[in-house]
């Protein structure tokens, strides 16, 4: 009885399904819009290892954000586009998009710390230097160095690690900036300790070939904005590339209106005279800076773009390398740059070192016939002043503030300027 009940059930059914395929091909307008048969297909972002960099680990950067590639969590501004191709792997930096809840996103920066040649270029110099090839392990090669089997032994990273490298970060190391580096560094969990017992071979490399190709990300990360350092927060690293918070180049406003002008010049000075003087009393200066160094966020605030270019002085320690142990080379001090370039001496810096140097790059291309006269003439005769070195090193904070005095009255309040609006309003600061 049960499988007779059964097959009645079965022709039911199948006499339901031909009546509603009758009624279907009856009915042309309801049969061109059923949906397709075929299951929809969610569209795929395949990365490839070496558009990231992480072929070569683990002579890279890192990997603390890789999951959020991989997981459409940063995406490149050309995916929000129909055909989600990649954008050109020759590239040095692409603007992206960012998210923790996969509903709002912000602007961020994604950049490598050379170009593709310049990378390629170091490991071609790797194999062939060190193992006589055209190609090869990078990380093997790169172990077997005197220096990184240092590395290796040692406890605490110590200014011997580190001499030769062409960073201006390291040129003139303290033990107290070299702990910092270790205690800081994001790649890694945060063990907060100055002894590098948390740090695998693996992680020991990475650092290393950070210091030597550009210490922009290490800048980031021991320097955070969280604690009021001018510098767009670090958000991770995956093989060569890196995250970090979006800002626009200076050059984007040499031809704003002039209140824009005259609130980013203050700005800048600003920035110039914590480099100087800071509670951590670290000395900062620039070895050279272009229309990209600076950027600017979405709410008017500027900030230090490109930190590759940052030399660090301790004034409270001091350099522990003399000149001459700076002339150390191998092949980490020569990723990047030629070998044979000459290092700057430590006791040749001067407070007046990035003033000068904003004064002939920076502030003209900004602040040039923006202002009426006479104010203008008064601006364009400091300028010449500045840029032609200032008298002494003492007359640098005179020079600062009396600039200042001058373009304080030129900026405005107004919702423009989402950092310091309403305050301004309220505040004679302003």
Known sequence: ??????????????????????????????????????????????????????????????????????????????????????????????????????????????????????????????????????????????????????????????????????????????????????????????????????????????LLYTLSVNSHPILLQIFPDVEGWPFPRYLGSCGRLVVSASTRPLRDFYG???????????????????????????????????????GVFSNGHLFIRDASTLGIIDKEEGSQLIDGQQEYKDIFSCLTVDCQSAFVSCNSIREKHSLVMVCQELLPKLLKGKFLQPVQEKIDSFLQHCANGLADDQGVNEAVAELAEILKPLRSCDSRFAYRYPDCKYSDKY
């Open 1 to 206: 009885m049960g499988r007779w009940i059964c097959c009645l059930r079965s022709r039911v059914a199948d006499s339901l399904m031909l009546l509603l395929v009758l009624a279907l091909s009856c009915n042309p307008s309801t049969a061109a819009t059923a949906p397709p048969s075929a299951p929809h297909i969610k569209p795929s972002y395949n990365f490839g290892r070496t558009f990231l960099g992480l072929d070569k680990c683990n002579a890279c950067i890192g990997t603390s954000i890789c999951k959020k590639f991989f997981k459409e969590e940063i995406r490149f501004d050309t995916w929000l586009s129909s055909r989600l191709k990649l954008p050109p792997s020759y590239l040095l930096s692409y603007s992206g998009n960012y998210t923790d809840d996969a509903k709002s996103w912000r602007l961020v920066d994604i950049t490598r710390l050379t170009s593709k040649y310049q990378h390629d270029r170091a490991d071609k110099r790797i194999c062939t230097s060190l193992l006589k090839t055209k190609t090869c392990s990078l990380e093997h090669a790169l172990r077997r160095t005197q220096r990184f089997q240092k590395w290796l032994r040692a406890k605490r990273l110590t200014p011997d690690l580190v001499q030769g490298l062409s960073s201006p970060m390291l040129r003139c190391p303290s033990q107290r900036l070299l702990d910092r580096i270790v205690r800081r560094y994001a790649e890694v969990p945060d063990a907060g300790s100055i002894y590098m017992d948390h740090l695998t071979d693996r992680d020991k490399l990475r």
């Open 256 to 294: 704003a209106a002039p209140e824009v002008a005259a609130d980013l010049a203050l700005q800048l000075l600003t920035v110039l005279r914590s480099m100087g003087t800071n509670d951590l009393n670290y000395f900062f200066y620039f070895t050279h800076v272009d229309a990209g160094t600076f």
